[in-house]
């Protein structure tokens, strides 16, 4: 284990900690979509900024998503590196203004999606068991100018409850190659963290599409609607043509790119999902992304992502596009967990890293 260091999660408004500065010093090339990005990062690094031999997290996290996937690989992202960007139009539901003020949830608006194979790897088999989960990034356009996105995958849960242990997990898993005496250092790890063994030993197999996929945001936010009422709540995104999987003998003999290959079919007609929030009970834990709530708990529908077209340069565009989890708007606040509040400084040092190559 790291020497786990607290990463507070707080406004930022202060003096930037050292931390911060260390990390910018990290970044090779800075370019203007970063320097916006950053200037938003509602967060600070901790105040105690780690000793002069050890990376800043957000830089440490990067290098190990690196490792182990023999990059970093020129120009792509160090996690969901392989993806598809498709467009089209978000529809709110009746329900969706007197659960949140959010701008969108009064008014369609365009919305830009990415989906992804897990990894840094760009050429990774859609079907491989290490592209699972899957991830679905959403850009919602605002009708005032302005976005705010969704980043998800498809698996309800993550595997740690803090940056600290997934860079942790990271590590142990790329000093457990073939040859290493058991237990393993990954075996080690998942027998001391449950929720990390119940997510690498859930079964996920490959989808038959994207579009036959459901999604997860894990980490909980605060809703508020207009007369001041809030809930915590989970995004579920979930496939209107419903969830369909290959069969072991199918994913054995699925072409590489047959996820990435197959959207564009689909999409000669609109690819649907539902995208509802999962309400918090008194007393569920919102600030812990491993804390999985039970299904009963109440479903509010937020409206339909209907998608249309994929995108023309696909390279390019995705190389300029950085996904913000916590780009949010009015109506939608970030919760105390930690691992939401990792995400943005990481993505922002991947982006560095992918912009300046
Ligand atoms: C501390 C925890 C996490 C770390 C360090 C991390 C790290 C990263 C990094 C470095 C990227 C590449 C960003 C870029 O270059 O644009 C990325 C992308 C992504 N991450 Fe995470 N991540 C974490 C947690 C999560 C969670 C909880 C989810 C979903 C619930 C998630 C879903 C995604 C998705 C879907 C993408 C691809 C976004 C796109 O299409 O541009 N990540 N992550």
Redesign the pocket.
Known sequence: MHSARPFQAAVGGGAFPAARAALALALSAIPATLVTFLAAIPVAFAADSPPADQKPL?VA??NA?NTLAGGPHAGF????AK?VLVTGTFTPAKTAPSFSSAPHFAKAVPVLV???DTTGVPTIPDASPDASPH???IRFKLPEGGSTDI???SANG?PVGT?ED?LALLTAISKSGPGVPKPTPVEQFLGTHPAALKFVSTPKPPPQSFGTLAF????AFKFTNAKGVSHFARYQILPVAGEHALTAAEAAKADPNYLIDELPKRLASPVKFRLVAQVAKEGDVTND?TAVWPPDREIVELGVISLTATEKEQAKE?KA???N?LSLTSGIEASADP??A??PP??A???A??AGQ
């Open positions: 957000p996290l990067v998503l992202r160090a996690n969901h993806g990415r989906f992804s991830g679905m990034a980043v998800s995958i993550f940056p997934f997860f945001g894990v980490n992304a995705q596009l950085l996904y989890p691992i939401l990792a995400r990481a993505y040092v991947s982006f890293q992918r």
